[in-house]
């Protein structure tokens, strides 16, 4: 008998091990989705959290993780960066899921099918008015129009447009992005009526609104015609990047926004928590007058993205004709303080990089959050950031399995130090990684560990919309 207690006990242990393919073992639980926030075991199994646990749990793989917090993988409504190099920052950065929606792309199930078994993080897009409009125009460009594609269009012109919606639609796309800045000859009528098609197909709409800045007609001219199109259409909406956008009258937006909410309009955005935003001199962003439009700045607060210098006139006229990445200082740090800080702003980033050149938000984005805007300046609380980067953004896409640690959740999870953890990109080098975000978990498979990537992991899946 003094045999048999110790095999039965050493029996039950070895099958509770097998029961998790890892278990992350005295971690602070922080889950935004509950209000969850004590050390518990969380154990994952098939790609799945199969328990949350007051009580030790036992795996071959077990991680011990005290003192550090276990929340949801992070998620980006708005990364342009759908590349191996930029899953990798974002993983470093805690990012679980990124989705390309402001833009959108077409035709999307060659584009999901591009990045199938090859992801380290989960990915996803809109089905894009720009790359529809681009197509059906004709125009040269490649990511935004440069030509044909910022033109007026016929009636048939729209129908093949809408055509090209649908079929992205059912192919599983996240939504409708729409980049209204870009197609500077797109009427009122245009856009209202992508708007009347999405609410037919029950599709949100991720949309950069028209015009920015406090000049007339600017933000708020622009944040009135996609409030009046939603309400007319009955469409949902999100609003990307309102910091960058909305400047100065990032207060006025977010009072109007919140007013349309609480009078029944399914209407959302989002910001980063940078004082520049980026995109391509070639754009329309940069036709003329930009510098009043842009809250009137000078060619001096424009850095060009592949050598970090700052732009004069000379610069400017020739960098435009060749086309690329510019970061625009102009956001103040008192407006992005106060999107951090609103309870209805999403976090996002906008980020992308091309060879180690961007914007540092492509890299940083919500180490910095929790770094700078929770524990430094405590603009926000730690439970409330959270939130914004996890069970808001799942809640948007109607992504129940997403942006939570519970049972039958996806076993998406990031680990972090919220004592050290800190964004180390810079607008002079971006490509930097991240810190003290030691484990990052997608589908159950770890991608960071230790703080390091992991060779060869890819266990990020294609993302679609729940019909």
């Known amino acids: 008998m003094r045999l048999l207690l110790p095999l039965v006990l050493m029996s039950a242990l070895s099958a509770q ?11 602070t639980v922080m889950d935004p989705a509950t209000g969850l926030n004590a050390v518990r075991y969380v154990g994952v199994r098939n790609g799945k959290i ?4 007051e009580r030790p749990l036992a795996s071959a793989n077990l991680v011990d993780v005290k003192g550090l917090v276990v929340a949801p993988g992070f998620i980006d409504l708005h990364s342009h960066g759908q590349t191996p190099e930029n899953y990798r920052f974002k993983a470093r950065d805690g990012v679980t899921t ?27 897009a809109t089905v894009g008015h720009i790359p529809a409009r681009m197509a059906v125009l004709h125009d040269s460009g490649t990511f935004l129009p440069r030509d044909k594609g910022m033109g007026p269009t016929t009636p048939e012109q729209r129908a093949e447009v809408l055509s090209i919606l649908g079929k992205g639609l059912d192919d599983g796309a996240l939504g409708i992005g729409m980049g209204i800045a870009y197609v500077t000859e797109a009427t009122r009528a245009e856009i209202y009526e992508v708007f009347r098609f999405a609410a037919k197909r029950k ?29 007319g259409s009955g469409a949902s909406l999100h609003i990307v990047h309102l910091t960058s ?3 100065r009258e990032t207060d006025l937006a977010l009072e109007m926004i919140a007013g349309a909410r609480a009078r029944g309009l399914d209407v959302t955005t989002e910001a980063y928590p940078y004082t520049a935003g980026m995109t391509d001199l070639a754009s329309a962003i940069f036709a003329e007058g930009w510098e009043k439009r842009l809250g009137n700045i000078s060619y001096g607060d424009l850095q060009w993205a592949l050598t970090g210098e700052r732009l004069n006139a000379e610069s400017f ?5 060749q086309g690329g990445m510019v970061a625009i200082h102009g956001i103040p740090e008192e407006v992005v303080r106060t999107a951090m800080a609103n309870a209805m702003v999403m976090i996002a ?19 910095r959050v929790l770094g700078r805007y929770v524990r430094e300046q405590h603009a926000v609380s730690l439970m409330e ?23 039958g959740a996806d076993a998406d999870i990031t680990v972090f130090d919220p004592a050290h953890i800190t964004d180390k990109a810079t607008f002079d080098n971006p490509a930097q990684y991240s810190e003290g975000i030691p484990y990052v978990i997608v589908n159950g498979v770890m991608v960071v560990k230790q703080g390091q990537l992991v060779d060869g992991a890819t266990p990020g899946r294609g993302v679609r919309r729940v019909q």
């Open 317 to 321: 006229a020739r960098y435009r004709k």
């Open 385 to 407: 950031a959270l939130r914004k980067m996890t069970v808001m953004p799942a809640d948007r896409l109607g992504m129940k399995s997403k942006g939570r640690i519970a049972v």
């Open 98 to 124: 990124a989705l390309e929606l402001e833009v959108g792309v077409s035709p999307a199930p060659a584009w999901y099918a591009e990045r199938n078994g090859h992801a380290t993080i989960n990915f996803g």
């Open 50 to 53: 199969a328990a949350v646990s």
């Open 245 to 247: 956008t909305c400047l």
């Open 17 to 27: 091990s097998q029961q998790f393919d890892l278990v992350l073992a005295n971690g």
């Open 349 to 367: 980033s906008d980020g992308i990089l091309q060879e180690g050149k961007g914007h540092p938000r492509a890299a940083g984005t919500y180490a």
């Open 203 to 231: 599709a949100t709409v991720y949309v950069h609104m028209r015009n920015s800045g406090p000049a007339e007609p600017g933000a708020i001219d622009s944040l009135q015609e996609v409030l009046a199109d939603a309400a």
